[in-house]
């Protein structure tokens, strides 16, 4: 196997123009869920609903999100990753403009649906545009490119709160309609063409069948495990992503999902990282949020500005992950981060245990988001790496999939053993307890991100692709 080249230091205006088009995908997706997000309470006053129901229009969102993913893959090696781009701009810029006209609650929730149907795609193909440009400096690329993405959950409540206050709330989704247009402009102009890369490859039904509805199956069950319903969802899930599971590996190339990939021990290795990581992430936004509430006596005004530290720790990393992927490795600085990660969760069973301090909250937040947003581009980059260049799309749906289920599985985890812990208590002194142990248990999802991210290649200069 030929030792692979070092990337060079400069990239080309080539690669700075096709990730800053695949950026707008990203950048849209998560101000659109962003906005919406914390407009539901308006929404469901403004057409007359319950919040039960109107919440549907980010439930259903997500669902068919995860309904499309497994597709990601077939629809690019079958049309190619720039003609899908352009469709999924089209008909993502095309449903806002339906939701901004619908006429109740439940002709939103189904605009929503199909906005789903093509936003869920959105983000994965930038991704994997990105690591077709950007090759083994994708964490430079990304790290700085992320950035605007980062801003979205900052900027989204400002916007809705001026929507809500100056216009309709039908501006929600009509504000897409300027930034789809112009993204459908520099898409066309800038995306080179890739037909010629398109594999056409058949559908594999069977796993389409199994894969997309267990998925969604498995995320709405996680969400509502303590209901009867929740936990039938759940299991239904779990026996759907096992049958197709048994069904790829008998299937192998021609599978929806090429399980192949994940025999590769940095392909594998990478996609665990990201399970745990995401999943650590996830976890999270649901403790800590719930422990200032519930054990510090914090309004949610107080909770949203006291958790500003952590995402203020991630912009401060992520455009700096060039430099730290090129000067310490990609082992040294995921694994670093994710023992950063650990060592400020520590921070949060003391927060239990000794009562509320703004001044251990703050650093500790902080902290933890750079830990955090250390962890993921390295351990992606190192995948991206290992795999051939035709086989990128399999790869990004893959990789999308585990990311996609460490969230909801994590948090589920911590939910579940955190209602355990007060459950078992009994008295005020209980509620602290259960946190601390809670926030045990988060530490030790990031600690069991360390171990993994640490078996990752020292260097990407030690990562090959077949065929290298």
């Known amino acids: 196997m030929a030792e692979p080249m070092a990337a060079p230091d400069r990239l080309s205006p080539e690669v700075w123009k096709i990730s800053g088009v695949a950026l707008f995908g990203s950048l849209l997706s998560q101000l659109d869920a962003t906005i919406v997000n914390v407009s539901l309470t308006s929404l469901a006053a403004d057409l007359r609903s319950t919040l039960t129901v109107i919440q549907w229009v980010t439930s259903g969102y997500l669902l068919a999100l995860t309904l499309v993913l497994p597709?990601?893959?077939?629809?690019?090696?079958?049309?190619?990753?720039?003609?899908?781009?352009?469709?999924?701009?089209?008909?993502?810029?095309?449903?806002?403009?339906l939701c901004g006209f619908a006429w109740s609650a439940e002709s939103l929730i189904a605009f929503r649906l199909l906005q789903g149907l093509s936003g869920g795609l959105l983000a994965p193909m930038a991704q994997m545009m990105i690591a077709r440009a950007a090759g083994r400096q994708m964490a430079r690329v990304v790290g700085i490119m992320a950035l605007p993405v980062l801003l979205a959950p900052v900027l989204g409540p400002i916007i809705a709160g001026a929507i809500l206050q100056y216009a309709s709330w039908r501006w929600l989704f009509l504000v897409n309609l300027p930034v789809g247009g112009l993204a459908l402009v520099l898409a066309a102009l800038l995306l080179p063409a890739d037909r010629d890369e398109a594999a056409r490859r058949k559908l594999d039904w069977v796993g389409l069948m199994l894969l997309s509805p267990g998925l969604a199956l498995f995320l709405y069950g996680s969400d509502k495990i303590g209901e009867t319903v929740g936990r039938v969802c759940l299991a239904l899930g779990v026996?759907?992503?096992?049958?197709?599971?048994?069904?790829?590996?008998r299937k192998g190339g021609e599978a929806l999902v090429d399980l192949r990939l994940f025999r590769g021990k940095v392909f594998s290795t990478a996609a665990v990282t990201q399970f745990l990581s995401n999943g650590g992430m996830f976890a999270g936004q649901m403790l800590i949020p719930a422990f200032l509430i519930a054990a510090c006596g914090r309004t949610p005004g107080e909770m949203g500005w006291m958790l500003a530290p952590q995402g203020i720790g991630m912009m401060v990393v992520y455009p700096l992950m060039g430099r730290l992927t090129k000067s310490f490795g990609i082992r040294l600085t995921s694994a670093g981060g994710a023992l950063l990660a650990f060592l400020a969760t520590l921070a949060f069973p003391y927060l239990a245990r000794e009562g509320f301090s703004l001044g251990v909250l703050v650093p500790a937040l902080f902290l933890r988001g750079m830990g955090m947003s250390a962890v993921g581009l390295p351990s992606?980059?190192?995948?991206y790496a290992s795999v051939e260049r035709r086989r990128l799309p399999m790869a990004t749906t893959s990789i999308n999939i585990v990311q996609r289920l460490g969230g909801p599985t994590m948090t589920t985890l911590a939910a579940t053993f955190l209602a355990w812990r007060l459950a078992a208590g009994a008295g005020g002194v209980a509620v602290p307890v259960a946190y601390a142990a809670a926030f045990f248990l988060l530490a030790a999802l990031h600690l069991g991100t360390f171990v993994v991210a640490a078996r990752l290649p020292r260097r990407l200069n030690d990562v090959a692709a077949p065929g290298e």
């Not at 597709?71 to 008909?91: H, M, N, P």
């Not at 026996?239 to 590996?249: C, K, S």
């Not at 992606?380 to 995948?383: C, D």
Request: contains cysteine; hydrophobic residues 65%; aromatic residues 16%.
């Open 71 to 97: 597709l990601s893959g077939w629809l690019v090696d079958r049309i190619g990753a720039k003609a899908l781009y352009l469709w999924c701009f089209s008909a993502f810029t095309l449903s806002s403009a």
């Open 239 to 249: 026996a759907m992503m096992a049958a197709f599971l048994w069904t790829a590996r």
């Open 380 to 383: 992606m980059t190192a995948a």
